[in-house]
């Protein structure tokens, strides 16, 4: 069979014969970032506005957390979501960003999630100090995080419906009063 790789065609069009030949995976050439991602054969290695990105099935998104936290990155900054409502096939995504003092790096770790199915394992166990972003990120967009020890609202009250980002929520004038905050009159 000819060799297609580095070509578009599905087929070779001389032999006849479909090519069984994937395109390489791109890794990262910094070797902290190529170790990590070897470890998961679906995790896809990009950058986005100069920064590199992991996105990851939501299934590997602890252990791949875990796996950077063992590579070195100390620190998780940020957990919250992305609403793409009408702009993309799938709706949702999860975002975490990490960072590692030791090695200067950071990642942005993301989960794309159908509006059907807004459930990831939650980071708490491996970052403790996620709990309230994960919080906010479910109050706002409605994303539960299986494992999370204590997932409640935290600025709505508990008997709002709905949730306040996400693109489709409907705005109106009618005043919000957040948890433990004086009465608005």
């Known amino acids: ?5 580095g070509t578009d065609l599905p087929e070779d069009a001389a ?10 995976r791109t890794l990262p050439d910094q070797p902290v970032l190529r170790t990590l991602f070897e470890q998961f054969e679906t995790a896809v290695w990009g950058q986005s506005r100069g920064q590199d ?7 590997d998104f602890r252990a791949f957390a875990e796996a950077a936290k063992a590579a070195g990155f100390e620190v998780c900054t940020d957990v919250t979501a992305v609403d793409y409502h009408r702009a993309r096939r799938i709706r ?21 999630l159908a509006a059907d199915a807004l459930i990831v394992p939650s980071l708490v166990p491996v970052y403790p100090g996620t709990s ?16 999370h020890p204590d997932l409640t609202r935290i600025l709505m009250p508990d ?20 948890k433990d905050s004086h009465k608005v009159s």
């Open 1 to 5: 069979m000819a060799d297609t790789q």
């Open 15 to 24: 032999a006849g014969e479909v090519a069984t030949d994937a395109p390489a």
């Open 53 to 59: 990105t992991a996105t990851v099935v939501a299934s």
């Open 92 to 112: 949702f995504e999860v975002v975490a960003s990490l960072l590692s003092h030791q090695h200067n790096l950071r990642i942005r770790l993301r989960v794309p």
């Open 132 to 147: 309230f972003f994960e919080r906010e990120t479910y109050d706002m967009f409605g994303v539960e995080f299986e494992g």
């Open 159 to 178: 008997e709002w419906v709905g949730h306040p980002l996400r693109k489709d929520f409907a705005t109106g004038e009618v005043p919000v009063q957040f």
